[in-house]
């Protein structure tokens, strides 16, 4: 997302969303009910089927990427297809 500018990493079962307007990181487990409770309803897609995903996003692939140590990435875009926090 554009505003607040933030960051969200997703892997291994992990989330790290980075703030850096606060030089701020909130990490936790994918799975944990505290991941939306911190982060909002923006969180609330880890723990989703793929059903439910494609019921509630509109999703665009952006692109492919290879981090600093190897790993591969793709690059979603998730629309939320109804207004939340």
């Given at each position: 997302?554009?505003?607040?500018?933030?960051?969200?990493?997703?892997?291994?079962?992990?989330y790290?969303?980075?703030?850096?307007?606060?030089?701020?990181?909130?990490?936790?487990?994918?799975?944990?009910?505290?991941?939306?409770?911190?982060?909002?309803?923006?969180?609330?897609?880890?723990?989703?089927?793929?059903?439910?995903?494609?019921?509630?996003?509109?999703?665009?692939?952006?692109?492919?990427?290879?981090?600093?140590?190897?790993?591969?990435?793709?690059?979603?875009?998730?629309t939320?297809?109804?207004?939340?926090?």
């Open positions: 997302w554009v505003r607040p500018e933030e960051t969200l990493s997703v892997a291994n079962g992990n790290i969303l980075y703030r850096p307007r606060l030089k701020q990181y909130i990490t936790g487990k994918a799975d944990s009910k505290n991941a939306s409770e911190k982060g909002g309803d923006a969180l609330k897609f880890m723990n989703m089927s793929r059903k439910e995903l494609i019921a509630n996003y509109t999703a665009v692939f952006l692109g492919e990427a290879r981090l600093d140590d190897g790993t591969q990435v793709l690059h979603l875009k998730l939320p297809k109804t207004a939340s926090k």
